[in-house]
């Protein structure tokens, strides 16, 4: 009787008949995701005219110099194309997408699936620190498909997620399968853009180049993320801003075109399960509610402070300019503070008390940084003297010089950069500089000069 049963589960054919093994099996969910979603998911086209006479030539430059060389220091100009993907959130013509997909973009187009004409757009809105933009188009009285918002908050780790967008700029309406893998994910170096406030969903489900600001969506087809980087040194390795996070910021973008965040005015560092400040700038709001070095962050904002990256989370959502209550410990005392909290702005990213210069974050090669050992498994770092950037905070100095994660830096102003000994040597010598600063960048085995032009110090928090 057992082996019956278990050979009734099989389809049985007539002799020289094919087997149809999924006979009566209905069909499988994702059809009617994919269904759903992938006409509200658009090809994003930009273009940027690039000038061939400065430092930090692209391979598409250096093309460019050797077919055109009467060209080269004339001030010639070509469009350097890019792609990658975004989804239609309000059917009168707003579309999400990645800050670094139309970062410094001249011209942008969208184009829907299966169409051949492109809609021209506008940018609505940017935000660096998240890697999302918000782009209009006119759909001239057409209405446009669109998607809405889930929560993924509510998302477990091994619910099933679909990610849908355009990979390699022309496999338009692709759609993955995975599960999630994970939330909460922070301190990635992006290569690229490294965002500042990190949060991201960990996928399996395969997000490749091209992808960046397509929609992850749940088995319902509402959005729970949106894709944003992927990790090539490993396979089944992707990374989405979760929608709690993303829908906050297209609220600001759609209502005043820019998102307003608090300042403190002090770092804070993890410290053995605890979160203690670190150094408090003169005359921020940290000075002027009485914070000090060495305190430990109880709560803030009527929240319990659980880690660093949470209170920057806590810092940065909270209402600027109006009273917040900060419960703090002091040589073994609790202190009740009252903090009345700035706005961000990005001018203060670029120099931190923890020598972030520049806006740029950088370990020793051979400093056993987890961020070097995970960059070196995507770039060419050559030998093993020298200082990595393993981070850039965007809309900085050394971003807006074209340096990346996974660039070595090699000599500043002559001063060589052999570690971080080296580093801090030349910050001390040069901080207070506000002219352009020579700094010679090797990526890979190539090595450039690049300028950088620094600004007055802040802070990160």
């Given at each position: 009787m057992a082996v019956g049963l278990v050979l009734s589960a099989f389809a049985v054919s007539a002799p020289g008949q094919p087997v149809d093994v999924n006979a009566g099996v209905a069909r499988s969910p994702f059809v009617a995701v994919g269904e759903a979603v992938r006409p509200a998911v658009v090809s994003v086209r930009i273009t940027r005219a690039i000038g061939t006479g400065g430092v930090d030539r692209t391979p598409l430059q250096e093309m460019y110099r050797q077919f055109f060389p009467d060209r080269e220091g004339q001030g010639g100009r070509f469009e350097n194309p890019g792609t990658g993907s975004g989804f239609v959130i309000d059917p009168r013509g707003e579309i999400l997408t990645n800050h670094h997909v139309v970062a410094g973009a001249d011209r942008i187009f969208v184009r829907f699936p299966g169409e051949s004409g492109e809609y021209a757009a506008e940018l609505a809105g940017s935000d660096p620190l998240?890697?999302?933009?918000?782009?209009?188009?006119?759909?001239?009285?057409?209405?446009?498909?669109y998607l809405s918002f889930g929560a993924s908050d509510?998302?477990?780790?091994?619910?099933?997620?679909?990610?849908?967008?355009?990979?390699?700029?022309?496999?338009?309406?692709?759609?993955?399968?995975?599960?999630?893998?994970?939330?909460?994910?922070?301190?990635l170096s992006i290569q690229g853009l490294t965002p500042r406030y990190q949060d991201f969903l960990?996928?399996?489900?395969?997000?490749?180049?091209?992808?960046?600001?397509?929609?992850?969506?749940?088995?319902?087809?509402?959005?729970?993320?949106?894709?944003?980087?992927?990790?090539?040194?490993?396979?089944?390795?992707?990374?989405?801003?979760?929608?709690?996070?993303?829908?906050?910021?297209?609220?600001?973008?759609?209502?005043?075109?820019?998102?307003?965040?608090?300042?403190?005015?002090?770092?804070?560092?993890?410290?053995?399960?605890?979160?203690?400040?670190?150094?408090?700038?003169?005359?921020?709001?940290?000075?002027?509610?009485?914070?000090?070095?060495?305190?430990?962050?109880?709560?803030?904002?009527?929240?319990?402070?659980?880690?660093?990256?949470?209170?920057?989370?806590?810092?940065?959502?909270?209402?600027?300019?109006?009273?917040?209550?900060?419960?703090?410990?002091?040589?073994?005392?609790?202190?009740?503070?009252?903090?009345?909290?700035?706005?961000?702005?990005?001018?203060?990213?670029?120099?931190?008390?923890?020598?972030?210069?520049?806006?740029?974050?950088?370990?020793?090669?051979?400093?056993?940084?987890?961020?070097?050992?995970?960059?070196?498994?995507?770039?060419?770092?050559?030998?093993?003297?020298?200082?990595?950037?393993?981070v850039v905070e965007p809309g900085s100095p050394g971003a807006e010089a074209g340096i990346r994660p996974g660039d070595v830096l090699v000599a500043i102003e002559d001063m060589d950069l052999a570690n971080l000994a080296a580093w801090k040597a030349a910050r001390d010598a040069l901080g207070g500089r506000r002219d352009s600063l020579n700094v010679l960048v090797r990526t890979g085995t190539s090595e450039r000069f690049v300028q950088v032009t620094p600004r007055d110090a802040g802070t990160l928090q």
């Open positions: 998240t890697d999302l933009a918000l782009l209009r188009i006119d759909p001239g009285g057409r209405r446009l498909p509510e998302l477990a780790v091994g619910d099933w997620v679909v990610a849908v967008g355009n990979p390699f700029g022309n496999l338009e309406g692709s759609m993955t399968v995975g599960i999630l893998s994970a939330t909460g994910r922070g301190d960990q996928t399996d489900a395969s997000i490749n180049f091209g992808n960046s600001g397509g929609p992850l969506v749940d088995i319902h087809g509402r959005v729970v993320g949106v894709n944003t980087a992927v990790n090539t040194a490993g396979q089944g390795i992707g990374f989405a801003v979760p929608s709690r996070l993303a829908r906050s910021i297209y609220d600001q973008l759609a209502s005043r075109g820019r998102v307003i965040r608090g300042w403190l005015g002090a770092s804070a560092r993890d410290d053995g399960g605890r979160v203690v400040v670190g150094e408090v700038v003169p005359e921020s709001p940290a000075a002027a509610a009485g914070l000090q070095p060495g305190d430990r962050l109880l709560e803030f904002a009527g929240r319990a402070v659980e880690s660093q990256r949470q209170f920057q989370f806590l810092v940065a959502e909270s209402t600027v300019e109006k009273p917040l209550a900060c419960r703090v410990e002091r040589e073994g005392r609790r202190l009740d503070l009252t903090v009345t909290l700035g706005e961000l702005d990005l001018k203060r990213l670029d120099l931190t008390t923890t020598g972030n210069w520049l806006g740029l974050d950088v370990a020793e090669l051979a400093g056993g940084d987890p961020r070097v050992e995970r960059l070196r498994k995507i770039v060419d770092a050559g030998t093993a003297d020298g200082l990595m950037v393993v």
